[in-house]
């Protein structure tokens, strides 16, 4: 299992920028699927953003956040990043990164249960 750090996480306003970051604890770490989720106090965890293995050519976002986030991944750094562009209030949630082998097509329809490592999770507000 891939342990998980996500960072960059805070209080930002309406129309604001974040980015953040997940730092992953694995050699093969290029072949793992990465992906964003989120979870609103409330609500189920529902998927961001995804990231294909290896070369990270693939992505794919959630409707409510396509054309204002963007998922990348680093290889030699063991890291993906989230940029978060023209935040909303309603992106306010728990950001988790999320880890798999897969392999699975890099789809908008992705769910939390096929992804088998997580992080802790970090807060992003966004005030109105």
């Known amino acids: 299992q891939v342990q998980l750090v996500e960072s960059g996480g805070g209080l930002v306003q309406a129309g604001g920028s974040l980015r953040l970051s997940c730092a992953a604890s694995?050699?093969?770490?290029?072949?793992?699927?990465m992906a964003w989720f989120r979870q609103a106090p409330g609500k189920e965890r529902e998927f961001v953003a995804v990231i294909s293995r290896w070369s990270g050519v693939s992505t794919n976002y959630a409707d409510s956040v396509k054309g204002r986030f963007t998922i990348s991944r680093d290889n030699a750094k063991n890291t993906v990043n989230l940029q978060m562009n023209g935040l909303k209030p309603e992106d306010t949630a728990v950001y988790y990164c999320?880890?798999?082998?897969?392999?699975?097509?890099?789809?908008?329809?992705?769910?939390?249960?096929?992804?088998?490592?997580w992080g802790q999770g970090t807060q992003v507000t966004v005030s109105s």
């Open positions: 999320a880890a798999d082998l897969g392999p699975f097509g890099v789809s908008s329809r992705l769910t939390a249960d096929m992804f088998r490592s």
């Open positions: 694995v050699r093969t770490f290029a072949n793992y699927y």
